[in-house]
């Protein structure tokens, strides 16, 4: 669960306003439903709303996973600027704003 705060670093409230986007639903990986990625932004929300001791194992286990995904995918960022791009909204569904300071 380590660094999930430090990966996650839009609130929920600005989380559910960039899911609702066209943006959003525009990157992932899916098999013609929801990404995944659109997925997991609906969790973090999910998780962002919940007491630390209501979190359940499943909770801690996508934490995780969503601390490897920014991790992995922070690494392979673009040159050049980032905001209009693929990359960047691929980590936004993750939580991540990778503009944000």
């Not at 990625?37 to 801690?60: C, M, N, P, Q």
Request: charged share 30%; no cysteine.
């Amino acid at each position: 669960m380590s660094g999930f705060s430090e990966a996650v670093n839009m609130t929920a409230s600005e989380l559910e306003r960039w899911l609702d986007t066209d943006e959003s639903k525009s990157v992932g990986q899916s098999n013609g439903g929801e990404s995944v990625g659109h997925h997991s932004g609906r969790r973090i929300v999910d998780i962002l709303g919940k007491k630390k001791a209501d979190l359940t194992d499943a909770d801690e286990k996508h934490m995780d996973k969503v601390v490897g995904y920014v991790h992995r995918h922070l690494a392979q960022r673009p040159s050049g600027d980032v905001e209009d791009t693929r990359w960047r909204y691929s980590l936004m569904n993750w939580g991540h704003d990778p503009l944000k300071s």
